[in-house]
């Protein structure tokens, strides 16, 4: 089993060593021919005989591909005495199938590299001893250490320890990310100097690591459509070059012509151009921390004409900021800002985190805070610099008479909090989600550089949050207030109009993303939206997302370049050969040369571009 795998390399090989054996009979020896075609015949017997079976078993599938000229070549060459043509196109077929397992293993290295530094056991630390076991013996809420420089073995979370990872592998980006106590850490990621306790919140099947390689696997095992075209081309090539080989015959009345066109017209190795630029543009994107679930997402997303994007997450943060401080009478814009930011620092809450980075941006100093404390339905409570403080809603703040309640100012769009100060009313800090720092761009450029004509926004957000958000990156057409049925029911019907992408990042996306012509999930925040995407996006990046149309629009034309190309230097090989120019050893070895110089061209698509996007 393990030689018929590896047959073609093995038969290349024969061929090779029979040719040369062939040779040094022929020319050094000069033995008779008989003597020296022994080789030959042994080539055509062990190494022609099986790719014949081969080609059979594809006829009986009606399987009429190109590489059938190279099995009539091997009958042809036989009938004819011409072995050492013969030979050579045994060496042609297994050497092009011998290259393409080796350029898709090259390509599909990102694979193999993901599956050799995953760790094999984790250590595990049950009261004061730690053990090493199984990595798909770890449940969940085990508690593990991690060494440093050792690799997370599954996604969890830090409760002891203080230090950094190296997590660009897994998402593109070259930051050391810091971990301390109530941080996330995912597996694939490279643990620094410190070690780390951590308590696992998924299994080893289940965490980052593994969702990563089983959508990689995946992607490789898919057969897109682009593939189909590659065997549409050479069912038209086949005939075309049968009726030249037979034309040839026919008016030279030379069977040798017959031979010598299908011997240059065989193309089986110059058609796993498409395959291999397919393998390869999805190593690449790998490497740029894109995920393709569906190889034929690389072939469609040059067809979307309609780009339909999720608000939250998608094109903002996901994170609200603070945006605008009305101030009470009796009160200080910065003051104000630092007392509140003092008492942020121990909240959870999703604004604490703005307000904190507010203060931080103006560059102000922040006092210590005591008497912290978070109650249901009072909101963030404590002492600052000696004044006592209260953040909570205008509702629960009404409901207290504080003084100063009359200056608070009408609801506006977004969110917002009602600052206490000394049991007075002090002032309304209002957030926003902030749009992405690439979101404009991103969408100015989406029709002239990628021929979209329509680009909406569908969210289930508040109109006036959603009119806010497409005013400041440039979107006229928006749906607000949408539930997820009602998502799913746009999208269906504009992809009946014309092919959409779509682009989104939570739960709620899932049934409208498995409903466009290409579905892209940007982000981890949900492993459901991930299944239903044919891309995901590591990195919160609109930019990658722009990577990708590159990345897909590049493997097209590379992957066309080989087999068009190809066919037409093939085509003008013929020409030579019908009108006797070319015998069927020059031929074959002519036809070799083109066949490895589109392979090669087809690896292109593994390397990356000097300009990745145009943002």
Known sequence: MKWWARKSLVIAALAIAGIVVHLLLRFAAQTSLFISDLPLLVVLVIGGLPMLFDLLKKLLQREFGSDLLGGISIITSVLLGEYLAGSIIVLMLSGGEALESYALRSASSVLAALAKRMPSVAHRKQESEIEEVDLQDVAVNDTLIIFPHEICPVDGEVVEGRGVMDESYLTGEPFQITKTKGSAVISGAINGESAL??????????????????????????????????????????????????????????????????????????????????????SLCARRAIIIRSPVVLEQIATCRTAIFDKTGTLTYGEPTLTDQVIAKGFEQREVLALVASLERYSKHPLANAVVAAADKAGIALPEATDVSEQPGKGLLGTVAGHSLQITSRNKLAEQNVPGADQIPPIAGGLECVVEIDNRYAAVLRFRDAPRSDSRSFVKHLGPNHHFNRIMILSGDRESEVRYLAEKVGI???????????????????????????????????????????????????DVTAEAAGVVIMDNSLTKVDEFMHISRRMR?????????????????????AFGYLTPVAGAILQEVIDVVAVLNALRAAFPPKVMHDL
């Open 557 to 577: 034309t590379i992957a066309l370049q080989s087999a068009v190309g190809g066919m037409t230097l093939s085509l003008i090989g013929m020409s030579f050969a």
């Open 476 to 526: 006229s057409e928006i749906f607000a207030e949408q539930s997820p049925e009602d998502k799913l029911a746009i999208v269906r019907k504009e992809t009946a109009l014309a092919n959409t992408l779509y682009v989104g990042d939570g739960i709620n996306d899932a049934p409208a993303m498995m409903a466009a012509t290409v579905g892209m999930a940007i982000g981890q925040n949900s």
């Open 197 to 282: 306790t951590i308590r696992a919140t998924k299994l080893a099947a289940d965490s980052r690591y593994a969702k990563i390689m089983e959508v990689m696997r995946e992607s490789e095992s898919k057969r897109p459509r682009l593939q189909r075209l590659g065997d549409q081309l050479g069912a038209l090539y086949t005939p075309v070059a049968l009726i030249i080989a037979s034309a040839a015959w026919a008016i030279s009345g030379e069977t040798i012509r017959f031979l010598s066109v299908l011997v240059i017209a065989t193309p089986c190795p110059l058609l796993i151009g498409i395959p291999v630029a397919i393998i390869g543009s999805i």
